[in-house]
């Protein structure tokens, strides 16, 4: 993995490049929990931006686009959250809100490795 030594600077607004990262960061056979995250985190942006797209395709149902971007929009700000407090809360973040991409990948590799030899 590429992304191991990295250091990241994260907020509640992560970007998609920032959201691969820690998904590959933590995508191993342990607590899929970061990533799982990270994934639902996606699919609400990706269907956000496809309701966008419905409201130039079908103009005659603006109003009922316009409600689900919203939505998705608040579900996406929740999500976000969630996902910064839950690394704030594991200890993944400095006092500067970086992220060691190797950090959160050693942890939830010992983590497996230690379900692979219990």
């Known amino acids: 993995m590429t992304t191991q030594s990295q250091v990241i600077q994260v907020s509640p ?3 998609d490049e920032q959201l691969l990262a820690i998904c590959e960061a ?3 056979l342990a607590c899929k929990c970061p990533a799982y995250l990270v994934k639902l985190l996606q699919e609400v942006k990706e269907f956000r931006r496809y ?4 409201m130039e395709k079908f103009p005659e149902d603006t109003a009922t686009h316009e409600w689900l971007e919203q ?3 608040e579900m ?3 999500l976000s959250k969630t ?4 690394l704030q809360k594991e200890n ?6 970086q992220l060691c991409l190797n ?3 050693e942890r939830t590799h010992a983590i497996a490795i230690g379900k692979i030899r219990a």
């Open 26 to 28: 933590a995508e191993v």
């Open 51 to 54: 309701t966008h797209e419905c």
């Open 71 to 73: 939505k998705s929009s």
């Open 76 to 78: 996406e700000l929740l």
């Open 92 to 97: 993944f973040l400095d006092e500067e809100n």
């Open 103 to 105: 950090q959160l990948y």
């Open 83 to 86: 996902i910064f407090e839950f």
């Open 13 to 15: 607004e992560f970007s």
